[in-house]
């Protein structure tokens, strides 16, 4: 006859895989939430007139750069 603990064990795992998949799941889309985030800024600092620019201490060269950069370059985010 199998034991109480026995019985809890694969319980416990099927639980851990549940949670570690909705877990990846969350990260993933926080991450393509954040990517998302990213190409919005740029395309409203690429729609800035040169004066707004100039106000926030920003050029257009630096704009231009920003733009071109892949939507998944994030500008702070540590290798």
Do not use: N
């Not at 939430?33 to 740029?42: C, D, E, I, T, V």
């Not at 690429?46 to 892949?70: C, F, N, Q, V, Y």
């Amino acid at each position: 006859m199998k034991s109480h603990a026995e019985f809890v064990q694969p319980c416990v795992r099927s639980t851990t895989a549940h949670y570690s998949f909705s877990q990846s799941l969350r990260a993933a889309w926080q991450q393509l939430r954040r990517w998302h985030a990213l190409y919005r800024q740029r395309q409203q600092l690429a729609a800035l007139s040169d004066e707004m620019l100039k106000d926030i201490g920003l050029s257009r060269a630096d704009i231009e750069t920003e733009i071109t950069r892949p939507f998944w370059d994030e500008p702070f985010r540590r290798s």
